[in-house]
């Protein structure tokens, strides 16, 4: 059996592992887009470094685009395999797929645009929204903790990580020539003790683990601390400075939980009484879908959706689908909270209200995730004075404030907490992927301090035999 490496390595975003066994059964480890990388993201995202039409199966842990945004490609490209994923996840894919579709045609007449000024010709966009919808086809989905058949001497688990809705461990027994091989991929690591999501669950004993290594480097600070930054954050910004509080956020998990955090504020009565705005169709969606999936959420989540009507939406809570809506944020001039995609700042409708308030002393930019290098996020983040902005330059003028704890990602004591539930005598070697080169190597290190032998940060397209 071989492993190769096709994506992510040594950065957090465009997810791909490519396992092929020694009877040449070749199966996908996630399929995601590179984002944030201007006019080098295009053509990453088309050099797949595989073939689509001889991938047989496709494991996906889950939603975000960073690990789900190139299927539509490569079922446009040849793929007619099965896709398997938790239930939710797939829920998911069926509104961001198509939402990224409809991003792919919007953002390639900008594109295309730079690329005539250095004299290149135009391309069309990765895909289209029909071909995402068209792509939904080839997927199967399946509960959690159910070890299932997937191919010829190849059998699957998907185990709840706590990273978004429906994010999931995948765990391969693979039989070759007589002996059992097993693997786990864990896709990305939530946090422990966050409000709504379950808590990572223990995955079955590897031999091989491929894993991330976001915040190899970092420790969160506890989240109920976090809710209490973020009242102050609101209280500084809306009551004191009488300003705007833009919060870019991933329509998908982040944006729920901070309506959760801002609902609990609420309750508590730390909350100011201004209007929260959800500017983004998507996160929107997800909402409802998170309606849906009552078997991620903790059980005192289940209790208050028992009891309240609605643990997403109360009062000054709103939330905005339409363009002309939106667009009417922009000339309101009272104190307020606009809640947007994304969270790397590098698309959606978060841009515009951006380019709008950035240059306003009164108003607060509050980071709450990771932002990849050169995206607009982390320029912001690193306290740059001057960003561009659909090329535009504006002064950040604004306050630029951070909060990690609402991250959805662990923190290396949490992804070593969630690791520890291996025999570490059993686990032959430990490859770790999704994270920059400092991180990773910080936490490589950790790792092997704390009983972890042999740990590994892979080259980009390294092919291992495993």
């Not at 939980?257 to 983004?280: A, G, H, M, Q």
């Not at 994304?342 to 515009?352: D, F, L, P, T, W």
């Not at 002393?361 to 561009?388: F, H, M, Q, W």
């Amino acid at each position: 059996m071989k492993i190769e490496f096709l994506g992510a390595i040594e950065e957090v975003t465009g997810s791909k592992c490519l396992i092929t066994t020694d009877n040449d059964i070749k199966i996908l480890l996630d399929c995601g887009m590179y984002q944030g990388k201007g006019l080098e993201t295009d053509s990453m995202n088309r050099d797949l470094g595989f073939n689509p039409e001889d991938i047989d199966i496709l494991l996906l842990s889950h939603a975000h685009i960073d690990h789900s945004g190139l299927i539509p490609y490569i079922c446009t490209h040849g793929f007619t395999g099965k896709i398997y994923c938790t239930h939710a996840t797939r829920d998911l894919c069926s509104i961001m797929l198509p939402d990224s579709g409809n991003i792919q045609e919007s953002d390639t007449i900008d594109f295309n645009k730079k690329r005539d000024r250095m004299g290149l010709p135009p391309v069309g966009p990765l895909y289209t929204a029909r071909e995402a919808f068209a792509s939904l086809r080839y997927f199967v989905s399946m509960p959690t903790d159910l070890e299932i058949t997937i191919a010829e001497g190849v059998r699957v688990m998907f185990t709840n990580t706590g990273h978004i809705l429906g994010g999931s461990a995948i765990s391969l027994i693979i039989n070759e020539n007589g002996k059992e091989k097993k693997v786990c991929y864990t896709g990305d690591i939530g946090r422990y003790n966050k409000h709504l999501l379950l808590d990572p669950s223990p995955f079955p004993q590897a031999d091989y683990i491929i894993t991330e290594s976001t915040y190899g480097n970092r420790k969160h600070e506890s989240v109920n601390l976090a809710e209490e930054e973020l009242a102050m954050v609101v209280q500084e910004t809306c009551i004191k400075k009488l300003g705007k509080l833009l919060i870019p956020s991933f329509a998908i998990g982040r944006c729920q939980e901070i309506i959760y955090s801002l609902n609990n504020l609420k309750k508590r009565k730390t909350l100011p009484d201004v209007p929260i705005f959800i500017d983004s169709p998507l996160a929107v969606s997800a909402t409802d879908i998170f309606r849906l999936h009552t078997e991620c959420f903790k059980d005192d989540i289940l209790d208050l959706m028992r009891t309240q009507k609605d643990p997403f939406g109360f009062d000054n809570l709103f939330y905005v689908r339409t363009k002309e809506d939106s667009k009417t944020l922009n000339t309101y001039t009272r104190p307020c909270i606009i809640i947007s995609a994304s969270g790397m700042m590098e698309a959606g409708r978060i841009k515009h209200h951006l380019a709008n308030n950035i240059e306003n002393s009164k108003n607060t930019i509050l980071v709450v995730g990771y932002c990849a290098p050169k995206t607009l996020g982390r320029k912001i983040a690193d306290g740059e004075p001057v960003v561009s902005i659909y090329g535009n330059k504006y002064k950040v003028n604004a306050d630029v404030k951070q909060i990690d704890a609402l991250s959805g990602h662990g923190d290396y004591e949490e992804m070593y907490r969630y690791l520890s539930c291996q025999d570490k005598n059993k686990v032959k070697k430990i490859f770790l992927v999704h994270g920059e080169s400092e991180s990773a190597q910080f936490y490589r290190n950790y790792l092997m301090d704390n009983g972890f032998d042999n740990v590994e940060i892979p080259t980009f397209r390294q092919c291992v035999i495993v």
